[in-house]
């Protein structure tokens, strides 16, 4: 187990920076999410904390033991790949054994840790069968158990199971996370699926352009999200982002949109300019007295929700309503928002006010 702490982490490839100056920690035990789309510098951040790629600038400790320019071989820790190679030409409990043989571990020490390894996974019954005709399922977990079958300090692990299907995907994404709960060794995880980084993390770094834009515990960072990038990227249907020129004003602050008035009591402290007032679908509630009003666009019924599309003077906003409601198209409602689920982002750098 590990606590990995990185410093002001850079990498350059050439005259591109992947990733932009990085500071964040990753506690002990922890099942962290590297979170963020296509080519934000997930991987490569991941990959200089493995050791498989050097910081341009920065550094890296493990357990306080400054590791920057350390290969992975002398980091102790497992990395499990998307794509979990195995060699297929030796059985399951061979794949597995294969670490602890090249360590050196006398036979009969190998035979009982490989035991007890398949017995956590589950796959005691096909030892002996060749890795070939294993279910995809069978795969990763033979994968993971050449993983553990080391006792590494940490696991990296770059979208494990983004080769899967999505019904399969959610049933092994519950067994690494229970895995984990077993076994309690800090895991770190990179995925662009921003569910299940909400599903399975203890905490999340959520990364655009190479730049970390938050770090914290899923329910912060759906709940206050740092950036609107962050708010967008996390929820769906995505916060609501409404643009105003605005004055909120200290003390008393209140946020005017259109020419209605909300009284924003603790909110902030004051701004001014322009300004993003974002609120995500749930906390928009439709409500007849409201002096903000929206025209229906649409509405969707997905069984357990029911999202409704309206035009407001600010733009176009989504509420997200548990029970069905008998709204029609064209109609006019007062929209209510309570000021606690809201927030406001400065338009210009995008970032929140709080
Ligand atoms: P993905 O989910 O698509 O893998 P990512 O967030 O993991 O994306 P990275 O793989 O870390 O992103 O890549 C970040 C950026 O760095 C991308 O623009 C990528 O093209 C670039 N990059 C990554 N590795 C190299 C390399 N070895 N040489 C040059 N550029 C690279």
Known sequence: MAQIRIESVRKDFGSFNAVKSST?????????????????????TLR???????PTSGEIYIDGEEVSQKPASQRDIAFVFQMFALYPHMNVGKNISYPLLCQGMPKAQVRKKVGEIAEILGITDILKKPVGGLSGGDRQRVALGRAIVRDPKAFFMDEPLGALDAEFREH???????????????????????LEAMQMGDKIVVM?????????VPQEIYDWPATKFVAQFIGSPCMNFLDFKGKVAGGQASVQLDDVVLNMPELLDGASGDLTFGVRPEHVHLDDAAPYRGKVVATEYLGTTQIITLDTPNGQIKA???????????????????????????????????
């Open 24 to 44: 964040f920690t990753i506690e002990d035990g922890e099942f962290f999410m590297l979170l963020g789309p296509s080519g934000c510098g997930k991987t490569t």
């Open 320 to 354: 997200r309503e548990a029970s069905l409601k008998n709204v029609a198209v064209g109609e006019q409602i007062g929209l209510r928002f309570d000021a606690r689920t809201v927030t406001i982002f400065d338009a210009s750098t995008g970032r929140a006010l709080r």
């Open 208 to 216: 655009n352009h190479g730049s970390v834009e938050q770090f914290g």
């Open 48 to 54: 200089m904390m493995a050791g498989l790629e050097l």
């Open 172 to 194: 092994m994404s519950e067994e690494l996370r229970n895995l984990h709960d077993r076994m309690n060794a800090t895991t770190v995880y990179v995925t662009h699926d921003q």
